[in-house]
């Protein structure tokens, strides 16, 4: 560090190979244009606009309250249970509700193998570990959800369902047999009206998608290593792209970080409809058509004939729309 700064630039000019006249003019006039390089990075621990909703989790597992998360596709229901999952401890994941027998028997043989090695001996004696798959096949789905809970501690285990979305009534009843001796978390998109006695004393936590303040802030944190030619253009599209649904910003944002340089052009020409929301006019149109058609009631009472015309097909229209709306209804993307 006491070395003059001359020596040590002359040092270093001693080192380094120096270009010969002709690279020196090719370099001059046609020099190398460099590219920006994405640097891509672990997106898995962010969590944007989520603290409420996150605490009120925390507060209501630690209390042992089954609960079940709602909102809609890529608001972030997932996240949230990943998240708690690393909080509490003892967590059963079930993962597959269509078979939920192969459900509850992989479940049972994960009890014995690792936690209850000891009520399996004493239940099934000197039984081989490794054919208990065959005799825990033979037992009914009542059967198993007793043997589950009786080598269990009540509450000692939270249950985590990714999805109960197009649960069958199979899955209800097993849930109805658990829901007292586990701690239940589970997430929908929503709820069936017949299914709503399973969850008659779960807590419901409400999520949409994000504030246009934590939206942006989102946003910012996935995009600090990009570079754009206007970083605030860049903002505005992707919320406007996403109306503030995380899942929607994540996928935006991957795609342009598939793009080597991000002008304005470019910017705007990469959209993501998935997250906008859709807004059904029919009833308005059926009003509408209901409007017109009282003027030919209207004309009839008034003696002008001159719009009873128009009334008459809006009418027919009117009569017809039952089976004319569902032809113009959306069957793909």
Request: net charge positive.
């Amino acid at each position: 560090t006491h070395i003059p700064v001359d020596q040590l630039r002359s040092n270093i000019s001693s080192l380094a190979k120096k270009k010969t006249f002709f690279r020196r003019w090719v370099d001059y006039f046609f020099p190398i244009k460099s590219k920006p390089i994405n640097i891509s990075f672990s997106q898995q621990n962010i969590s944007v606009g989520r603290n409420d909703e996150l605490q009120l989790l925390q507060g209501l597992s630690l209390k042992r309250v089954n609960t079940f998360i709602i909102g809609d596709i890529g608001v972030g229901k997932s996240h949230l249970l990943e998240q708690i999952c690393v909080s509490i401890d003892h967590v059963l994941r079930f993962d597959d509700l269509d078979n939920i027998k192969r459900t509850l028997g992989n479940t049972l043989l994960y009890l014995y193998k690792n936690e209850k090695q000891t009520v399996y001996n004493l239940i099934y004696g000197d039984f081989d570990l490794n054919k208990a798959q065959t005799r825990i096949t033979r037992e009914s789905v009542a059967n198993l959800c007793d043997e589950i809970k009786k080598v269990t501690v009540k509450k000692e285990y939270t249950i985590v369902i990714d999805s109960i979305d197009g649960i069958t009534p199979k899955t209800v009843r097993v849930l109805e047999l658990l829901k007292d001796h586990f701690t239940i978390i589970a997430a929908a998109r929503s709820i069936k009206v017949n299914h709503t006695s399973l969850f008659w004393d779960f807590e419901r936590i409400q999520i949409k998608s994000l504030s246009r303040h934590h939206a942006l802030e989102l946003i910012q944190r996935l995009t600090h290593d990009l570079e754009v030619e206007d970083y605030y253009v860049l903002l505005n599209h992707i919320y406007e792209q996403t109306n503030g649904n995380p899942r929607a910003i994540y996928e935006l944002v991957n795609r342009y970080r598939k793009e080597p340089i991000l002008t304005k052009e470019v910017v705007k020409s990469i959209r993501h409809a998935g997250a906008l929301p859709e807004y059904d006019m029919t009833i308005f149109i059926a009003i509408i058509l209901g409007a017109i058609a009282c003027l030919r009631y209207f004309t009839a009472e008034t003696g002008n004939v001159s719009l009873r015309t128009i009334g008459g097909c809006a009418l027919i229209l009117l009569l017809l729309s039952r089976y004319i709306f569902p032809k113009f209804k959306r069957k793909y993307i």
